[in-house]
């Protein structure tokens, strides 16, 4: 039998993609299990998800100072540690550096929730929202990347899914569809790299149609 891809989750916060991974793990959705969760932030509630899960957890803040690189390049071991086959970024809000990217090539997965090339950096649903207002865009999405180097939200495409608005919409409604579909788009993306490898996910991102 195949033992299980190690994945190793970076969070900030909420974690609730975090929860979506753990659950298609536990739920044998995916053939993989979550080595090690690592926050930034002390509070983030995301680590109390991955204790409940029995996951290993390590928090990991920036000093006042603290030299970016340096920070990343003790990240890195800190991964390295668990010896992931993924490191899948999930809701992790610190840019990373190369000091980290070029310990795991083609390693590194990324979620956005907005389409490729639009709204990078933070705030991207409430971004999107505006201009679906001001009527300058009449749908958004989210996105699954690799992460190759320090670019913002950008990196080769693993999958996307539109978002269409609806007169009704709140901003609230909005980030919960967005939420929604973040879950179920990361956790298809993850088990693609691992089950048809990186090229094929690749390509099939390529060549799929939209799906709403
Ligand atoms: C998600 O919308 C993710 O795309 C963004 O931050 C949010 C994190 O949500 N980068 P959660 O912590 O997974 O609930």
């Known amino acids: 039998m195949i033992s299980p891809a190690r994945l190793v989750v970076l969070i900030s916060g909420n974690g609730s993609n975090l929860q979506a991974i753990l659950d ?6 995916m053939p993989a299990r979550v080595a090690a969760v690592i926050s930034n932030k002390l ?31 003790q990240l890195a071991e800190i991964v390295s540690a668990f010896k992931p086959d993924w490191v899948i970024l ?14 795991f090539p083609n390693r590194v997965i990324n979620l956005h929730p907005a389409l490729p090339g639009t709204f990078p950096g933070t705030h991207s649903i ?7 207002q001001m009527r300058q865009i009449n749908h958004t999405g ?10 913002v939200d950008d ?27 973040e879950h179920e ?13 990186i090229e094929r996910t690749i390509r099939s ?4 149609t939209f799906r709403t």
């Open 24 to 29: 298609a793990c536990c739920q044998g959705v």
């Open 43 to 73: 509070d983030a509630f995301g680590l109390k998800r991955a204790s409940c899960a029995g996951v290993s957890t390590v928090v990991y803040p920036a000093k006042k100072n603290q030299e970016r690189s340096e920070y990343d390049r």
């Open 90 to 103: 999930a809701g992790w809000m610190r840019l990373l550096t190369n000091s980290f990217l070029t310990k």
């Open 126 to 132: 409430e971004r999107a929202f505006q201009a679906w």
């Open 142 to 151: 989210v996105m699954v990347h690799l992460v190759p180097d320090e670019g």
């Open 155 to 181: 990196g080769p495409l693993l999958s996307q899914r539109i978002i269409s608005f609806d007169e009704k919409d709140t901003l609230d409604t909005l980030e919960a569809r967005v939420h929604t579909v």
């Open 185 to 197: 788009l990361l956790v298809e993306t993850i088990n693609s790299v691992i089950t048809d490898g």
């Open 205 to 208: 991102a390529k060549s799929n």
